[in-house]
């Protein structure tokens, strides 16, 4: 797995080169269907550990070649458990296809560990990861740039603790 950070510019091209010939690597028959481990990874770090007003919504691209497989799209939220205060942070989410389609998605991060059972630690300490699949088992039916874009309903507009958030899309154990 290949992580693109875009506060770096040349980093993240370097990165998207690293990826490509991974994603080669792993098509040995054909370019159109990837391997079982392909995954990607688009990061983007708060300033300050803040979720700001300005980052309510978000971007995320990635490239998508392989128009027969089933992708999940997750999303990972790295945070500050002694600092957040929140217990869920509700979502609204839009993937754009490469010819303009959208589909539309609402989801949450629920951050208390007792109730999310996708909530785990990173590293030591109160660093915390929650993951959710927003898009399961989705068919990318036109090759090409994708977009998700998470549009955050948090009721404050600053939100302290929170270190990154990134999209990753891998295969789908079903393939049906």
Known sequence: MKKINFQH?????????????TL?????????????????????EFPNTNWAFEQEVMDFN????????YFDIAL????????????EIPLTLTLTSPDG????????????????KDIHPEGNGNKMIA???????RKLKTAGTYTLTVYRRAEKADNYGF?????????SKEQK
């Open 9 to 21: 510019g040349f980093l993240a091209v370097v990165a998207a080169v690293l990826l490509t010939s």
């Open 24 to 44: 080669v690597s792993c098509e040995p028959h054909s370019k159109k269907h990837v391997c079982k481990n392909f995954s990607i990874e688009v990061n983007r």
């Open 76 to 87: 990972n939220l790295l945070y500050d458990s002694s600092v957040v205060t929140l217990r």
């Open 62 to 69: 990635f490239d998508i070649e392989d128009t027969a497989t």
């Open 163 to 171: 270190i990154s958030l990134a999209t990753k899309v891998t295969v």
């Open 131 to 137: 993951d959710v699949v927003v898009y399961p088992h």
């Open 101 to 116: 389609m959208k589909a539309i998605a609402t989801s949450q991060f629920l951050l208390d560990p007792k109730v999310n």
